[in-house]
């Protein structure tokens, strides 16, 4: 009953895992029996998914049991969950054409908080390539009360394994293959803090030698679980239909130099096809034949990495598959631990020393453009020799710009117009490229909402040019907003910061618990001049602001020019980087600094 669980567990926590045992019995590199025990009690909504009542199957794989039972708070059953209780539907979205995955699960509705969950299933595999992990905390506000992790090996086989973030006195090993958490209180989540995996007990678990829908593999290394996607998933799919190659060849004739040849075909592909996602084959990872592709006009990422390989291959140009988690959060592929990773495949064109990486998947990126969702992480490169994992792109706050350039004219009632240049780069470019493609309405409501500090905004005209060559963003605007400034008897008042203001402050924690990081580094460069009114002087205004600190740096300044102007001139660069939770008040501090001095005001008054 959820009247026992103890006080200290309940603490922060919206559910508690009451007992948790997956064991794993593995009968043969093609036979592995996954079975689950989990009780979980739940005190509020945002604790129902901890509940985990969902089993995944292709047809690889079959739920030989799967059930559950509803206990209200004083222990007593109210609710028992049969097999055909269960939903069962595709396991992937519906932009996917076709797929063999599936899924069941059981999504209960409750009447009253707490209650408790007993969750049985059995699941046979006929794959040993996705060994499950063991995870007793895979969320926050998530108490364990005890969870367990048994492997049985009844092969003979070498299984690998790799420990993370044991140091807890709560983890215990009860032997090589089977180990017991007890009593792990909850973690409160807070901002910035790294991917709750990264400082969780947890187990990874791999067959030396596995098999993957019926196509058998070694995996002692990286160079070894490369060497097989290269000779059992990619070899042999690569095939163009002529017309293909007589094109590509006629598209780079005369062109020279290699990555040249390369923008023209990754440009030819862009224009040929589009994404459409494809899970089907071995495990869902051997891509599309090059041919059908060509054919069809579509693929998922990699039935368009491989298909952009094959052509380049046709022009003399080397390339690589790339195995890559792809996210706006940054996640590594293990160096250290060779297994079935990654969730998306991009290409990777070797030029000299430089990695050059391409995304696939777009029929919009500029070439060798990866910033937002495959940057600045490890990735397994494919040889035929075997794999090898490199970094992609970082980049730094020198390659993010965003300059802002503004000619702002004042009238005497504090309305203005203005003409405002935004150009950006690298993440940056990122966030604004998508504006593009939107209606005119689209964008005038994206403008408002981007300046919402600026009441009584209209957006006259907007210009968009997209440099994909020199991967440039520029955005001209026409703005005009009445009674920016607030007036006062014979004086204005006005924020000369008007086109980009920082205004979010970081949260405040008494006790900070975790580690904090930031993802990406930037710069912002702003540059204005502010046509007063010509009846109006100015009687006041800040001399600016210089803040130096590790986390970067912020600089304002206000200079008075001929012919009644000003010039406001802002500079603010964050840098990327892993930092301790005792630097977070300082850099709470650098944030609220920022913020303060965006608002920075100038008094006129009437001559």
């Not at 093609?30 to 292709?58: L, P, Q, S």
């Not at 506000?141 to 420990?163: C, D, P, Y």
């Not at 829908?213 to 995996?219: L, M, R, T």
């Not at 204005?492 to 618990?513: D, G, T, V």
Request: proline share 3%; hydrophobic share 35%; charged share 30%.
């Amino acid at each position: 009953m959820s009247l026992l669980v103890p006080q200290d567990l309940k603490s922060n926590s919206n559910a508690v895992v009451r007992y948790n045992k997956e064991r794993i019995e593995i009968n043969g590199i093609d036979e592995m029996v996954v079975y689950t025990k989990r009780i979980v009690t739940v005190f509020n909504k945002y604790g129902n998914r901890h509940a985990n009542t969902v089993e995944f199957y292709n047809d690889y794989t079959e739920i030989k049991k799967i059930e559950a039972k509803i206990y209200d708070q004083f222990g007593d059953e109210i609710k028992k969950i049969r097999r055909n209780d269960f939903t069962d539907q595709s396991a992937v979205s519906g932009g996917t054409l076709y797929s063999d995955s599936r899924v069941k699960f059981f999504e209960y509705t409750p009447v009253k908080y707490p209650y408790t969950i007993e969750y049985e299933s059995e699941v046979h595999h006929e794959s040993t390539a996705f060994m499950p992990q063991w995870r007793p905390i895979d969320g926050f506000f998530l108490a364990v009360q005890h969870s367990e992790f048994e492997i049985q090996n009844n092969t003979g086989e070498t299984i690998r394994l790799k420990k993370e973030n044991f140091e807890n006195d709560s983890i215990s090993e009860i032997s090589e293959f089977h180990f017991k958490a007890e009593n792990l209180p909850s973690i409160k989540y807070e901002a910035y803090c790294p991917n709750i995996a990264m400082y969780t007990p947890r187990v990874k678990v791999v067959m030396a030698k596995f098999s993957m829908a019926g196509v058998e593999g070694h995996n002692n290394n990286w160079q070894d679980f490369g060497k097989w996607v290269y000779s059992k998933l990619l070899t042999g799919t690569d095939v163009l239909p002529q017309s293909a190659i007589e094109d590509v060849k006629a598209l780079t004739d005369g062109v020279d130099n290699k990555i040249e040849r390369a923008k023209l075909v990754y440009k030819y592909m862009q224009d040929k096809t589009r994404y459409i996602s494809v899970q089907i084959g071995i495990g869902g990872w051997k891509p599309m034949l090059a041919d059908d592709v060509d054919k069809l006009g579509y693929g998922d990422c990699k039935g368009l990495t491989n298909y952009t390989k094959a052509l380049l291959e046709v022009v003399d140009v080397p390339s690589y598959y790339t195995l890559v988690y792809g996210d706006e959060n940054i996640r590594d592929i293990d160096a250290d631990f060779s297994s079935v990773q990654g969730n998306h495949a991009i290409l990777c064109v070797p030029n000299n020393d430089e990695h050059i990486f391409l995304e696939c998947t777009s029929q919009s990126n500029p070439f060798g453009f990866t910033a937002g969702f495959t940057d600045d992480r490890d990735v397994l490169l494919v040889k035929p020799e075997g794999g090898e994992i490199v970094h992609t792109k970082v980049y730094n706050a020198d390659d993010s710009v965003q300059k802002t350039m503004a000619n702002v004219i004042f009238d005497e009632v504090g309305s203005f117009t203005s003409d405002v240049t935004i150009t950006t780069t690298g993440y940056q470019y990122n966030n604004h490229q998508r504006i593009e493609t939107e209606t005119l309405r689209d964008q005038q409501l994206y403008y408002k909402n981007y300046w919402d500090n600026i009441n009584n905004i209209t957006i006259d005209n907007i210009e968009i040019e997209d440099d994909k060559d020199n991967i440039v963003f520029s955005e001209n605007i026409k703005v005009v907003a009445e009674n920016y400034a607030s007036k006062s008897g014979k004086r204005l008042i006005l924020q000369p910061n008007m086109f980009n203001k920082l205004s979010n402050i970081p949260p405040r924690y008494s006790e900070r618990k975790l580690d904090f990081k930031v993802n990406r580094s930037f710069k912002d460069v702003d540059e204005y001049i502010i046509q007063l009114p010509e009846n109006m002087n100015i009687e006041a205004m800040s001399e600016g602001k210089e803040i130096k600190t590790k986390f970067g740096i912020y600089k304002f300044s206000i200079e008075a020019l001929e012919g009644n102007k000003l010039k406001y001139t802002r500079t603010y660069v964050l840098n990327k980087g892993n930092y301790e939770k005792e630097d977070y008040k300082a850099y709470r501090n650098f944030r609220k600094q920022i913020v303060k001095n965006d608002k920075s005001k100038i008094v006129l008054i009437t001559s």
